[in-house]
């Protein structure tokens, strides 16, 4: 079983749409959450950090569920700029070495 | 802003040659990390470095070495390129986490390099 696992799409949705990711984890270790967007071609780049009472950035939602060992990432209202892979990454207490996903490719359409 | 520099985008290197990739980060990090990413496999670390001159294998060291001299500088090395090692190679670097400092990793703009 992989330790960060996420759908690879891709999501393909009309602008305005609401989208969601989820991601799971295996260890339950992990202490911190992220989300990192990739650009075609291009290297990643945090979007959020992911807390426990979850966490709001516009039109970004993140929330993290211990129990479940999930975190989510939801996006209202799509722009055309949304389309890039979005990696979940996982970092475990005590660890400098973070834990990625291999990615949600969200293709946002007109 | 945080600003972490390779030493090239674009690299073309013959089956057998020695390759140097140089990555540079401005902010004092005491973590740097590669990794090369390949399409369907995502991210995959090689080596990281938690202080001048020491080293970590990641998952995928084999073919590769690193050095690290000084703190802001971080090399990779393939001593014998093989067309296996065709691949985006990418530096990160993060601070050690701390409780005002979180471990958020920034990361150069990757080198893309062709083993012919």
């Known amino acids: 079983r992989k330790e960060v696992e996420q759908d690879p799409g891709p999501f393909n949705v009309p602008e305005g749409a609401t989208v969601a990711f989820n991601c799971t984890y295996s260890n339950s270790a992990s202490q911190s959450f992220f989300w990192y967007r990739q650009d075609c071609r291009k290297e990643p780049k945090l979007l959020m950090s992911?807390?426990?009472s979850g966490n709001e950035d516009g039109r970004f939602t993140a929330q993290l569920n211990r129990a479940s060992q999930y975190i989510s990432l939801l996006i209202r209202d799509s722009k055309l700029s949304d389309s890039a892979t979005y990696l979940c990454?996982?970092?475990?207490?005590?660890?400098?070495?973070?834990?990625f996903g291999r990615g949600t490719s969200l293709i946002v359409h007109p | 802003d945080v600003k972490v520099t390779q030493s090239s985008r674009y690299l073309v290197k013959r089956t057998g040659e020695k390759v140097f990739l140089e990555c540079v980060q401005d902010?004092?990090?005491?973590?740097m990390f590669w990794y090369r990413q390949d399409p369907g496999l995502g991210l995959r670390l090689i080596y990281f470095?938690?202080?001048?001159?020491?080293?970590e294998k990641g998952d995928i060291p084999e073919g590769y070495s690193v050095s690290r001299e000084k703190k802001e500088r971080f090399s990779l090395i393939l001593e014998s390129a093989s067309t296996n090692q065709t691949s985006m190679y990418l530096c990160?670097?993060?601070?050690?986490?701390?409780?005002?400092?979180?471990?958020?990793?920034?990361f150069g703009p990757g080198t893309r390099l062709t083993v012919l």
């Open positions: 902010m004092d990090h005491e973590n």
């Open positions: 990454v996982v970092n475990i207490g005590g660890s400098y070495i973070p834990t």
């Open positions: 992911v807390y426990s």
């Open positions: 990160a670097s993060s601070p050690t986490p701390g409780r005002d400092i979180t471990d958020t990793q920034y």
């Open positions: 470095s938690y202080d001048v001159k020491m080293k």
